[in-house]
C-alpha cells in the first residue's frame, strides 16, 4: 500500500450489512477526504459500529464496499493495519500490562514507533506508567489507547465513540490531545460519537445515520449555514394563516416550528438570505431574529423527522 491516494482516504459506496434477515446498513455511501475529521453520528442501533467493522476489515460487507487509501478494506485488511490506529469503544489491552509495558510490546509491532511521544503523551494525561491496565480508571485506559495509536504515526486513525462514559476533565483531554495532532501531522480522523457537543469544535465533516439509512453527509461548516434558529412574532389580524407559522416558512424548509403565544420559534434546514429578506418584510412578521443551531440541535431535528416520515 505504498501507492497512497490523495483524493480519499475513506470511499464508502453503496454499503450494505445483514445479519440474517435484519437489515443494519443499506445503500450507504460517504467520502472522507485527506486531513479531516469525519464524524459519524446517530443513535443506538442505527448502524455505526456495523460500519466500523467493514472499515477495520472485520466484517464483509453483505453489498457494495469501502476502499481505505484506494484499496478494498476487506481484501487488503492486514496490509492497512499499517497505517490505522484505532481507538475501539470499549478499552481493550492485556490487564496485567502497564502502560510502559504496553508501549514497549507496540514499539515491535510497528516501525515508525514514536517511544517518545507515547510516553510524554501520557505524561500530559497524567496517567501512571507502571500500574497494570486492568487497575486503571476508564478514563485513564481510554487515554493510553489513544497514546497507542498516536504512537504508531498512523495516516488515519478511526476512533469508535472514545470518550463514551469519560467524565468531563479525560473529555477535555482527549479532544485537546487531538487538536494538537492534527495540528502538527498529516492525519485523518474517522470517528463515531455521542457526544455532539464536544466533537463541534474539531469536526470537518458530518454523516447522520438513522436506522441503517444515510440521512446527510456534508461538511459540517456547510451543515451550520443551512441550518438556523428563527424567531419572529405574529402581528394582530393573523386572519386564516396557520397559526403555528409553518405557512410562512416554506421556502426555508422549517424541520421544527414552536408556536409560543404570539412567539413563533423554529429551526429551518434551508436558510437562505433571500428568504430570510422576504420573510422578515412579510406583514405579518414582527422581530425577527435568526442565530445559529448547533450540531447537537441539528442532529436531532434531522433524525427525528426522517423518524415521522418513516412512519
Not at 459519524?40 to 453489498?63: D, E, T
Not at 389580524?237 to 408556536?259: I, N, S, T, Y
Amino acid at each position: 500500500m505504498n501507492d497512497v491516494g490523495r483524493e480519499a482516504v475513506i470511499e464508502v459506496t453503496s454499503l450494505g450489512v445483514r445479519y440474517g434477515e435484519a437489515v443494519a446498513l443499506h445503500d450507504v455511501s460517504l467520502h472522507v477526504a485527506p486531513g479531516s475529521v469525519h464524524a459519524l453520528l446517530g443513535r443506538n442501533g442505527a448502524g455505526k459500529s456495523s460500519l466500523v467493522r467493514c472499515l477495520l476489515g472485520h466484517r464483509k460487507p453483505s453489498a457494495g464496499r469501502i476502499e481505505l487509501f484506494g484499496r478494498d478494506s476487506w481484501r487488503y485488511r492486514r496490509r492497512a493495519m499499517e497505517f490505522l490506529g484505532v481507538v475501539p469503544e470499549e478499552p481493550d489491552a492485556p490487564p496485567s500490562m502497564s502502560a510502559r509495558q504496553l508501549g514497549r510490546f507496540s514499539a515491535r509491532l510497528y516501525p515508525l514507533w514514536e517511544a517518545g511521544s507515547y510516553l510524554a503523551r501520557l505524561q500530559r494525561f497524567e496517567v501512571p506508567l507502571n500500574t497494570p491496565f486492568g487497575r486503571l480508571s476508564k478514563g485513564e485506559k481510554a487515554q493510553v489507547m489513544l497514546s497507542l495509536a498516536l504512537a504508531s504515526r498512523p495516516r488515519l486513525l478511526v476512533l469508535d465513540d472514545p470518550t463514551l462514559g469519560l467524565d468531563a476533565v479525560a473529555r477535555r483531554a482527549v479532544y485537546e490531545e487531538l487538536v494538537v495532532e492534527l495540528a502538527d501531522r498529516d492525519l485523518t480522523v474517522f470517528l463515531t460519537s455521542h457526544d455532539l457537543p464536544g466533537i463541534e469544535s474539531i469536526a470537518t465533516g458530518v454523516a447522520v445515520l438513522q436506522a441503517g439509512e444515510l440521512l446527510l453527509d456534508e461538511p459540517l461548516e456547510d451543515l451550520k449555514q443551512r441550518f438556523r434558529r428563527l424567531a419572529f412574532g405574529r402581528v394582530e389580524g393573523l386572519g386564516d394563516r396557520d397559526r403555528d407559522g409553518a405557512d410562512l416558512l416554506d421556502g426555508l424548509e422549517p424541520l421544527e416550528v414552536k408556536a409560543r403565544g404570539r412567539g413563533i420559534e423554529a429551526l429551518v434546514a434551508r436558510f437562505d438570505e433571500s428568504a430570510f429578506e422576504r420573510l422578515r418584510s412579510t406583514p405579518d412578521v414582527d422581530g425577527l431574529e435568526v442565530w445559529p443551531a448547533s450540531l447537537e440541535e441539528i442532529v436531532i431535528a434531522t433524525t427525528e423527522a426522517a423518524g415521522k416520515g418513516a412512519r
